[in-house]
């Protein structure tokens, strides 16, 4: 795999820096030892681990699932070699405090590397990305000992984490989780029940496997405040942070996914011969709280999952595109002159310039949210801080969402520019399209997204959130206005229409959900995808506007800032050209679908 | 698997009789011997085929794909048990003449009989389907003495059949098809070159395998014109038809699938050894004549594929909605009141009703095209018979296409209503959606069939083919109109306008094409979308008005009945009333792709 089709590195260099201004980060104190140099020193190391480590064997391992052999799960010896990479390089700890092994690095940049690793192998990064996110959680809320403990083993990639939710009557319904943590007399907990769909949660790569597990205390209240989070490793770690015995964590059974195949996913039964214990984290009933905590970032991550499967996948297409010859244009009924190369025929290029729009657009949409992360938790101003928060908090179903939802696409159209070569299994293309089915399920449905999206977010401190994203769209608009080009001035006055037509469709529908939250809520599924496309619209006009300075700047990417320019005209004629009647839709409250008793169907 | 899952048979009742009036076929001298009792015991015979043969190896062919052992590529032997059961239960000669053993049944209720196959298992079916297809080839072009030499065999399931068009370098492309065929002393030719995505093409299923192949004979003009049609058996067949040596006809290797995994696809060499013996089919130069001749059918059978995996899964997503229990409903905080089975969620509900959409929609579409075979074959009058082949040259490209692309939508929507388990292999729905994301692909993509619709279809004999069709639609108003329910008034209204607005585009569409063919028909996709939710759309009127009549007079079926008429209001509240943008888009006859250069993407 050349460098080429795992990113367009010109393309992330101007998302970063001219979009995003991520340099300026740099001027915050707890960057100050950071500069540009330093971003893309850790994201070129990302670019060479994830090329070295990860890509070599994806294939591999998608073709070689993991196996239990009646004692383990076994993986490839290269997934537990990929992992070891990516813990050695410093990406486990890659946005950590310094005293900590961290690199101290903004998320936008963090996130900027771990998008490499994912381009190459989503399989096995997963055990990196769950690793590190149960290590936040106890760094954010464990006690000191815990943290003594546990951290720095998972830091370095001798232990691997899990986070240990679902359970097989409660998938997507959080408070009927009914796993059951009882006291015992020396302050920790005798844990049991079941768990499925853990990714991680058994296999043969790391020392000791620590569950982050949430579970109900005796006489807790009954739903989401009634569960705590307990750390329950596989096997037992002693005060001196020492791995003992096993502490009766029991594989109940891998689970075989149309995808994803180098994770394992798991089924396991936790306390099956009473002796499986757990330490609480924090406080409980807390348990949901301080997941919730990591929420924003790992709907993040699995964004950027999908849209580094869709990138690549787009990489890949574009490249066959160039090389592959075949037909003819319409009205060349001559059979003796040559074959084009399929990029000729309009309809390829129609497909490869909407894979750019949708995979281009996410990444942006992804970016942009992990650096409003960074404001939030750096910003010198703390009024910004509170604003940013809320315009993440509204952007957090989208950005886990959109990108699922179209990327899935991109990788469809990355198939079908394949011809049957992409329905095969010797193209990379066929296993994108696999793994990216994922994305549209875990951490929270579709269906879950739209209802956080419209039931909560959309409304949020009287609307406030919003109007400050609107706000923002509007800044984009005025700048676009004032770019001399008259293509980005159409495009801008497109958009402050669609999204004054978004304003009030969001207020019809906020009315209707105060009325009646069932039939208000009904077509939340349609509200979700068309605010996303309102959002990726203003973000492909910014980068617009931004290739389109850039432009007279630097000559040479010529090439690159028309593509932009190329793209965001595409996206705006097409994609967000089709989204009117939607707005018709759902202000009209159709009801059809609720209205269908279940005997009809 | 149960009954209900491979189809809901009142439905496919309905389709046949209510709607598409398939009991008047009997009056046809033809089926004069037929009459809906036999139609239903074929339709019968088959179900219990079906899921007695078929169905229950469909997930275990998936994961056992056949494997080349070093001598023969080896299959499951319930594939070859599933393949004799088709035979000898009369399939494969379902609409032949008496007097060839066949059953001759009308191509509808042949279709139909052949969905139940698809429904359970479409890897295996294939076999089936590609023999007859074959069969029926020879049948038409043959000579009395291949007909002779290779039928009885073929229609027995003896020996399987394939069709070997495509090689590597001329996948969607006909004219650049190289394989050669030398004249030999005997009449017969020496037949050389490569095929690939050849399905069947070898296995240890029966005792030979005939292979028809196109290939050029010396001097044969460029292009397609140049193109001959070949028996080709793998093992040589004597003049007394017994099978004889090994015809030089090599594996070259087994191409891996994303699904269809029960189905072998190969990559054959032909006379590597110069020692490939091929009987010229009827006149040198027709071979792509005939195969058109077939292509018709074959179209309709990736149709009716597409349509029985969207069909099957919708079926499975039902039947787990009424099962699975979770979450409240919004509005309800209480944690402690029980989950509701997620049928109830408004979100799985507009998933369901959307999959019935799509798939009885397309079962409609399959059924009236197969139906229009029927009447082009055996119309008493002569002129409604030409009419007839207009009609269905003009919905061919949209019968092969809508199903393939929406009967996939169907299927993600049916793993995204099984939310986790969906995704995994447990779950038949997974397996339905990689096996239907083929078929976009064969006979002829997404792309060739818009260019067929738009360059060839659309604008034929002056747009008559387009008028007849509109009339028809125009029929289907008028009778919704009269039917006295103001629902389907309505929708009649809605209908006769949007066929108006694709008349015009249509216009604006076919004078772009004439001024220059490449740009104009480089929104051609599009195109074909909305042509085929226009048709789809008309297939929902016409259900829903015979639903309607059907109310009064069968109360018993009511539940039924409200479904067809729920159905038709949400795909035209929803899915037709979302194209509406596109036709301004086509109109403008949108360039930015075309404009768009390769060094820009």
């Known amino acids: 795999m050349t460098t080429d089709l795992l990113i367009h590195r010109e393309d992330l260099d101007f998302l970063l820096y001219d979009v995003l201004d991520s ?53 490839l010896p290269a997934v537990g ?3 070891r990479a990516f813990a050695q390089g410093g990406f486990l700890a890659a946005t950590h405090d310094y005293e900590l092994g961290g690199m101290q690095l903004p998320v936008t940049i963090s996130q900027s590397c771990l998008a490499l690793f994912r381009a190459a192998n989503v399989g096995s990064s997963a055990y990196c990305f769950l690793t590190a996110a149960n290590a936040n959680l106890i760094r954010a809320f464990g006690s000191d000992e815990q943290k003594w403990r546990f951290l720095p083993p998972l830091l370095d ?17 959080v408070p009927d989780l009914r796993s059951t943590a009882m006291p015992l007399p020396d302050g920790r907990y005798a844990i049991k029940g079941q768990k499925i769909f853990i990714s991680g949660g058994d296999h043969d790569i790391s ?3 620590v569950h982050l597990v949430l579970a109900k205390t005796p006489s807790a209240p009954a739903g989401a405040k009634g569960l705590s989070l307990f ?18 964590v029991a594989l109940a059974g891998l689970i075989h996914k149309m995808g994803y195949r180098g994770t394992t996913s798991t089924m396991l039964s936790f306390g099956e011969n009473d002796a499986c214990i757990g330490e609480l984290v924090g406080e409980t009933g807390q348990g949901l709280r301080y997941m919730f905590h990591m929420m924003n970032e790992a709907r993040i991550g699995v964004g950027m999952g999908a849209t580094m499967l869709a990138y690549t996948g787009y990489r890949h297409a574009l490249a066959y595109a160039k090389e592959r010859r075949q037909g003819r244009l319409p009205g060349n009924g001559d059979p003796s002159s040559p074959p084009v190369t399929i990029i000729e025929h309009a309809d390829v290029r129609r497909m490869l310039l909407t894979q750019k729009c949708y995979a281009e657009g996410a990444l942006s949409l992804c970016l942009y949210a992990a650096r409003l992360v960074d404001d939030e ?35 469809d159209l990355a198939i079908q520019v394949h011809g049957g070569y992409g329905y095969t299994r010797e193209y990379p293309v066929e296993q994108f399209y696999r793994d990216n089915r994922l994305n549209a399920i875990h951490e929270g449905t579709h269906g879950i997204q ?5 039931n909560r977010k959309a409304g949020m401190k009287e609307g406030q959130a919003f109007a400050r994203l609107h706000q923002r769209v509007l800044d984009t608009v005025g700048r676009a206005k004032h770019s001399g080009n008259p293509d980005l001035a159409e495009n801008a006055t497109k958009l402050e229409h669609a999204w004054q037509e978004l304003h009030e469709t969001t207020q019809t529908l906020l009315r209707a959900v105060r009325v009646d939250p069932i039939s208000g809520s009904a077509n939340a599924a349609y509200y979700l995808d068309l605010f996303g496309h309102h959002v990726v619209a203003w973000l492909w006009l910014w980068q617009a506007t931004a ?52 005997e009809w169907l």
Chains 1, 2 share one sequence.
């Not at 990639?157 to 319904?173: I, N, V």
């Not at 939607?582 to 279940?598: D, I, K």
């Open 23 to 75: 340099a300026a980060l740099a001027q915050r104190p707890r960057y100050a030892d950071h500069n540009r140099a330093t971003f893309d020193a850790a994201i070129d190391a990302a670019h060479r681990l994830a090329s070295q480590y990860f890509a070599p064997h994806n294939r591999i391992s998608d073709e070689n699932e993991p196996q239990f052999d009646g004692q383990t799960v076994k993986t």
């Open 81 to 83: 070699e990929a992992v």
């Open 157 to 173: 990639g001798r232990w691997l984490g899990t986070m240990a939710l679902t359970e097989p009557d409660a998938g997507s319904s």
């Open 207 to 209: 020392e000791n496997i």
């Open 231 to 248: 750390i329950v490793p596989k096997r037992r770690v002693d005060m001196d942070g020492k791995v003992t015995d096993s502490n009766d």
């Open 377 to 411: 938790k750096t910003h010198p101003d703390a009024a910004q801080r509170e604003q940013t928060a809320q315009l993440l908090a509204l952007l957090i179903p989208i950005v886990k969402s959109w990108p699922a939802r179209y990327g899935l696409a991109a990788n």
């Open 450 to 454: 739209a209802l956080d999206l419209l």
């Open 547 to 598: 290739a389109d300075a850039q432009l007279a700047k630097r000559p040479h990417l010529g090439d690159f800032y028309r593509g932009k320019l190329a793209a965001c005209d595409w996206f705006f004629s097409t994609e967000l050209a089709l989204t009117s009647p939607v707005h018709v839709l759902l202000r009209q409250g159709e009801q059809h679908a609720l209205r269908t008793e279940v």
